[in-house]
């Protein structure tokens, strides 16, 4: 936060904290990019419940209940076994649901996100993978899993990591524009987005530290290898955070209408921020 704060101050012109549906408009109204905090594992509560509402007043407003490996709150999607949401992590989802803050399973077991879905009294969201009928990596999810979701009104982000794209990096963006239809066709398109999983100009080291953090000496390569252990390529279609315009025209050369992907490139997630953010 502080160094975010920091950043906010130097470049006032650029950036500014969206803690609410309203900030986001604003900062498009003055051509701005709107920073909504989220953490990618539950570790900045440790086993302390009433972090969570410090954490929302600070800004945060999506969390992970677990990124990959078991957590004390729910089972990550490399776990062999997947027992699903621990009872802790029942008593932290009612109190994200009570201040405010977003479950968010993108990282999270089959089981596990089955039961955020159904314990959760607000929608959720899995808010960076796709479906694993278009690519069955571990971090992307099932038809059920989607369906289930959007019967709860929550939404599902479309990732552009390479690992998560059919072909990886070789992926084609009329393929990536079919998984899209696909989707829509499957949960409809009020519930879908982009959720990019972006990681521009990070060096090697970073996905290192995602992978291995503190709680192994081994090498893991997630879902690399030892031949590609760091960033893969990004497919020539998105290289970075400028040729968003490129899926655009993609999903206008496919058939979407404007309206359609209008709600695709931002309308449903500030529809589901305006119903999310505030306290119950």
């Known amino acids: 936060f502080e160094q975010w704060n920091n950043w906010?101050?130097?470049?006032?012109?650029?950036?500014?904290?969206a803690f609410y549906a309203e900030d986001v408009e604003i900062a498009n109204k003055q051509n701005k990019t709107a920073v909504i905090f989220g953490f990618q594992n539950p570790s900045p509560i440790e086993d302390d419940?009433?972090?969570v509402e410090i954490l929302h007043r600070l800004g945060g407003r999506f969390m992970q209940l677990s990124y990959n490996n078991q957590s004390l709150l729910a089972t990550g999607c490399y776990e062999e076994n997947d027992p699903g949401i621990?009872?802790?992590?029942?008593?932290?989802i009612k109190e994200m649901n009570r201040v405010g803050m977003v479950v968010d399973m993108s990282h999270s077991s089959e089981q596990?996100?089955?039961e955020a879905i159904e314990l959760s009294s607000r929608p959720i969201v899995i808010s960076h993978a796709n479906p694993s009928f278009w690519h069955p990596a571990k971090r992307n999810k099932s038809d059920q899993i989607l369906k289930k979701l959007s019967e709860s009104h929550g939404m599902l982000g479309f990732s552009l990591y390479p690992h998560h794209l059919n072909n990886s990096s070789q992926c084609s963006l009329e393929d990536f524009c079919s998984m899209i239809a696909r989707t829509?066709?499957?949960i409809g398109i009020d519930h879908i987005g982009f959720g990019s999983d972006l990681c521009q100009d990070q060096p090697d080291s970073i996905v290192?530290?995602?992978?291995?953090?503190?709680?192994t000496k081994e090498i893991d390569y997630?879902?690399?290898?030892?031949s590609n252990p760091g960033f893969p390529d990004m497919p020539n279609w998105f290289r970075d955070n400028r040729d968003w315009h490129n899926i655009i025209e993609g999903l206008k050369k496919y058939g979407f209408s404007n309206d359609e992907i209008n709600k695709i490139k931002g309308e449903n997630w500030l529809s589901f921020f305006r119903k999310s953010f505030n306290s119950n």
């Open 49 to 51: 419940i009433g972090l």
């Open 184 to 186: 829509a066709d499957l």
């Open 222 to 226: 997630g879902e690399g290898s030892a």
């Open 8 to 17: 906010f101050e130097k470049y006032p012109s650029l950036i500014m904290p």
């Open 208 to 215: 290192e530290w995602m992978r291995v953090g503190k709680w």
């Open 112 to 114: 596990s996100t089955f």
């Open 86 to 92: 621990t009872r802790m992590g029942k008593e932290v």
